[in-house]
């Protein structure tokens, strides 16, 4: 049998029962479209992710107060509540160790904020200035507090977006405007560019102000929540971490680094993390779509048994007059192919058009890749011939006289 011949015969078969055809591709077309869009949306969650991670700063180390719970880990107890970091302790490793860019400590907490007939419930982060560097903070209007504000303890304030839309409206200038911070007030002197969500919490809804005003005005106390270190590149974090905790192991007076009153996390180490959960949630959508691709196998399966049946006759006359056992195969088999070919085809178009509204018409970021799509139809062309192969050696195992008895 000629290629020219088989493709004659496949087509013919397959137009031969229109809406039989068209309801075994439908369910080729689900399952192709469906990989593809999951897949998208664990990619672009993925993406979306790292950006925001990378946006929070680069060649980071996060120093936090808390006692490790085992020796390697990079989980504290009491993280964030504990009180064992200073800024004298941020202090000695900006001046004592060296590859270090810039180093920022600050303070967190949430207050209840209010401004005129308006308030809200949000993050007071007090910082220094550098803190603009460590974190990649850009500055939409106005200005970031300087650093004889930080010394003074001048009552400043500046707003992130979420923020300012909460309190005083999107197309409000808040910039001299008063707020109250846990009923103190406070001067609008800025607001920070948009950056998004970290995964974590929302870094566009944050107020910051001086570091020393948060302690003196706010906590009440002169610990840190946080110490950020800005490395001068990437060759040296793992050297900075080791002298950082060196270190602060020497200033805390603990001479077992198992019963480290702090513990330093990598900024390399989050990311990591990170894209492996994106990567398991990619392939749990991708395996959950990839369900819809099997049921349409078996809807191939279907088709093509029926079809064994209705043909019996055709086959046996075509075993009769010469035609071999594997002439029959190709031909059931290249059917088979032909309507995963045509499903998959459609299916990454619709897919790909799914992908694009998601992204158009939700907050949900998607990214469409070249190997997504080759894999969504290399398993559909695999699952055509897995799916087909059984009705096409059955078809060729007919006896051609009782094939041509068959009524």
Same mark, same amino acid.
């Given at each position: 049998m000629s290629i020219l011949d088989l493709f004659e015969e496949t087509f013919f078969a397959i137009s031969a029962n229109k809406a039989r055809s068209f309801l075994t591709i439908l369910g080729i077309v689900i399952g192709v479209g469906s990989v593809v869009a999951m897949v998208s949306i664990g990619q672009g969650a993925g993406a979306s992710i790292e950006e925001s991670i990378q946006s929070m700063g680069s060649n980071l180390l996060m120093v936090s107060p808390g006692t490790q719970r085992g020796p390697g880990t990079q989980i504290s107890?009491?993280?964030? =509540?504990?009180?064992s970091l200073t800024i004298e302790d941020a202090e000695a490793i900006e001046n004592e160790i060296a590859f270090i860019k810039a180093v920022a400590p600050e303070v967190s907490s949430r207050y209840q904020i209010t401004a005129k007939s308006t308030n809200t419930n949000t993050s007071v982060l007090g910082t220094v200035f550098s803190y603009t560097e460590v974190k990649n903070l850009g500055i939409d209007m106005g200005t970031f507090f300087s650093e004889q504000d930080v010394k003074s303890s001048s009552k400043v304030a500046v707003l992130g977006p979420t923020v300012r839309d909460d309190l005083f409206g999107?197309?409000?200038?808040?910039?001299?405007?008063?707020?109250?911070?846990?009923k103190i007030s406070f001067s609008v002197i800025g607001v920070t560019n948009a950056k998004g969500s970290t995964g974590f919490s929302s870094q566009d809804d944050i107020i910051y102000i001086p570091i020393s005003t948060g302690q003196r005005f706010l906590s009440g106390n002169d610990y840190v929540n946080t110490i950020n270190i800005q490395v001068e590149d990437e060759e040296h974090m793992s050297v900075v971490e080791e002298e950082v905790t060196t270190l602060l192991l020497i200033r805390h007076n603990i001479s077992n680094p198992d019963e480290a009153d702090f513990s330093i996390m990598n900024q390399a180490d989050i990311l990591e993390a990170m894209s492996s959960v994106s990567g398991t949630l990619t392939l749990l959508l991708g395996a959950i779509a990839g369900i819809s691709l099997i049921v349409g196998g078996v809807g191939i399966m279907n088709m093509m048994l029926t079809t064994v049946t209705e043909r019996t006759r055709e086959i046996g006359l075509r075993k009769?007059?010469?035609?071999?056992?594997?002439?029959?195969?190709?031909q059931f088999l290249s059917e088979a192919t032909a309507l995963t070919f045509i499903g998959g085809t459609i299916g990454i178009i619709l897919g790909w058009i799914a992908s694009v509204a998601i992204t158009q018409f939700s907050d949900t970021t998607t990214s469409v890749s070249t190997w997504s799509i080759f894999l969504a139809f290399g398993v559909s062309a695999f699952i055509g011939i897995v799916f087909g192969y059984y009705p096409a050696r059955?078809?060729? =195992?007919?006896?051609?006289?009782?094939?041509?008895?068959?009524?």
């Open positions: 107890a009491g993280r964030g =509540s504990a009180q999107e197309d409000i200038n808040p910039i001299g405007q008063k707020i109250k911070i846990n009769a007059i010469g035609a071999k056992s594997k002439d029959i195969i190709l059955r078809a060729a =195992s007919l006896n051609p006289i009782e094939a041509l008895r068959y009524e």
